[in-house]
């Protein structure tokens, strides 16, 4: 079956870096895109990133655009988010989801990674 | 990339029908069908319930629909359960090759 795991969340101070990761099973990885979604405490969803299947096309939301940078190892079945300069409003859990292919909607979803900003 | 609008919250009685909608732009759900909806229920990961405006993943139950008119989606539950209360993301594709998710929308079954 089709699963997603996140890892690498944390507690880090405002300013410093943090990488997730997503592991996948249970498809062939390759032929995949990959999304990462967010949700700050109490709030909605907020996507963030895509990597598409080639592992070349990559787009970012505006408010992460520039500090954070999404990639893949497809030999490994895993998707990086690597989340630099960080600010406290990146506080979120981070869900990494299987994008569906040619229709840009996440069938498939992680439980998530708790990412803390806080000094 | 300004969030879809949909309302805060709706409300319906077991087995009423209740719709939400979903407001964006000519830069996402007025110019492609790729609006997604999801269900989240408290503590879990969201769920797929519609993509591609109204296709049903499979395991979805019939009572879920979607539509678009111009630039505004809506999701219709029929035969309204207590288990369907929960909340309810929209998304759309934009001209920006990103994805961008509507605030929310919390409903209460009576």
């Known amino acids: 079956q089709v699963q997603l795991v996140e890892s690498g969340g944390g507690v880090v101070q405002p300013g410093g870096s943090l990488r997730l990761s997503c592991s996948a099973s249970?498809?062939?990885?390759?032929?995949?895109?990959i999304h990462w979604v967010r949700q700050a405490p109490g709030r909605g969803l907020e996507w963030v990133a895509v990597?598409?299947?080639?592992?070349?096309?990559?787009h970012y939301a505006d408010s992460v655009k520039g500090r954070f940078t999404i990639s893949r190892d497809n030999s490994r079945s895993t998707v990086y988010l690597q989340m630099n300069s960080l600010r406290a409003e990146d506080t979120a859990l981070y869900y990494c989801?299987?994008?569906?292919?040619?229709?840009?909607?996440?069938?498939?979803w992680g439980l998530g990674t708790l990412v803390t900003v806080s000094s | 990339q300004s969030a879809l609008t949909q309302p805060a919250s709706v409300s319906g009685s077991p087995g009423q029908s209740i719709t939400i909608s979903c407001t964006g732009t000519?830069?996402?759900?007025?110019?492609?069908?790729?609006v997604s909806w999801y269900q989240q229920h408290p503590g879990k990961a969201p769920k797929l319930i519609i993509s591609?405006?109204?296709y049903r993943p499979s395991g979805v139950s019939t009572r879920f629909s979607g539509s678009k008119s111009a630039d505004t989606a809506s999701l219709t539950i029929s035969g309204l359960r207590a288990e369907d209360e929960a909340d309810y993301y929209c998304?759309?594709?934009?001209?920006?090759?990103?994805?961008?998710f509507g605030g929310g929308t919390k409903l209460t079954v009576l």
């Open positions: 989801t299987r994008g569906t292919s040619g229709t840009y909607s996440s069938d498939y």
């Open positions: 249970g498809f062939i990885f390759s032929s995949y895109g």
């Open positions: 990597i598409w299947s080639d592992g070349y096309n990559r």
């Open positions: 000519y830069s996402d759900i007025g110019v492609y069908n790729f």
């Open positions: 591609e405006v109204s």
């Open positions: 998304s759309s594709y934009t001209t920006s090759n990103t994805v961008v």
